[in-house]
């Protein structure tokens, strides 16, 4: 294995694997516990694979609205509580377009960019949302057009997150709002180590980083956002029983914790959500 670029987040160059998939490795920074994919697929890769991400069938499509539906509802509520007012919003990463759709019903003029072709297909003919089809950091959107700004599960697949949340900061507008969602997969990884090759919990290649609170905090701060919070802010409904019963257990427990504490005890594993003022 070639020696990895220094972490992104602190500039180290010492690492430890934490995983190893095939050809992969998830290599965890010494100093700040980043944890990367090494090496990292191109550019051509990821789009290839990309468009071929999303299920086609109806029925597979109805069970992911489920799946997200309670994260959508709760992430429309965090931003409802913190803006108190409508306006124009941009959802990078859109999928099938759900979230957009419940903010539409809110009263937001919204937009999307969606570099599957499966997802963005639904959502312009079952809604008639504008949808762009390039990463955004190809888009030449203009300075200051949006509100809000969120990213639901996209900020572990780009391979310069950092770039990507600049690019979200100019063009939202002066204390405009940033939401993302992520995974937090790391302890779990950790703590099933002898079943994890088993349980693909980074979803190899795709996974390209896996973020802690204190990474995500340090990567919005480089970006040049301010007033950044983590919450748990919901959690999927899974079809598979099993996966079910484990996220509502683990996904109310969270938010328990984390309310009783004000933010300050999140649980490590179950996926978080951060906003963050421009």
């Not at 762009?132 to 950091?137: T, V």
């Not at 809000?148 to 949340?165: G, K, M, S």
């Not at 919070?229 to 959690?235: A, D, L, N, P």
């Amino acid at each position: 294995m070639t020696s990895p670029s220094p972490c992104i987040l602190c500039g180290a160059d010492r690492f430890h694997t934490i995983l190893t998939k095939g050809s992969w490795h998830y290599l965890e920074c010494c100093r700040c516990r980043l944890v990367a994919l090494d090496p990292r697929p191109t550019l051509q890769t990821l789009m290839h694979n990309y468009d071929a991400y999303l299920p086609e069938d109806n029925a597979a499509i109805g069970q992911w609205e489920k799946l997200v539906k309670p994260v959508v509802d709760a992430s429309a509520e965090l931003i409802a509580d913190r803006t108190r007012k409508t306006g124009r919003l941009l959802d990078v990463g859109c999928g099938f377009g759900f979230f957009m759709e419940r903010m539409q019903r809110a009263g937001w003029s919204v937009e999307g960019i969606e570099v599957s072709t499966t997802g963005r297909h639904y959502a312009r003919q079952c809604w008639g949302f504008d949808i762009h089809p390039l990463p955004l950091e190809e888009l030449d959107l203009p300075d200051g057009r949006y509100d809000v700004v969120t990213l639901f599960y996209v900020i572990e697949h780009v391979a310069d997150p950092i770039q990507v949340l600049k690019t979200v900061k100019r063009i939202l507008k002066p204390g405009g709002l940033v939401l993302l969602r992520w995974p937090h997969s790391t302890p779990i990884v950790k703590l099933l180590r002898p079943w994890v090759h088993r349980l693909d919990l980074y979803h190899t290649p795709y996974h390209l980083y896996d973020f802690s609170p204190a990474n995500m905090n340090r990567l919005l701060d480089l970006a040049g956002f301010r007033a950044i919070e983590t919450v748990i802010g919901g959690h999927t409904h899974p079809a598979h029983r099993l996966s079910r019963w484990a996220t509502i257990v683990f996904g109310r427990l969270a938010h328990v914790l984390c309310k009783a504490s004000r933010g300050r005890l999140l649980l490590p594993g179950v996926s978080k959500t951060t906003l963050a003022r421009s």
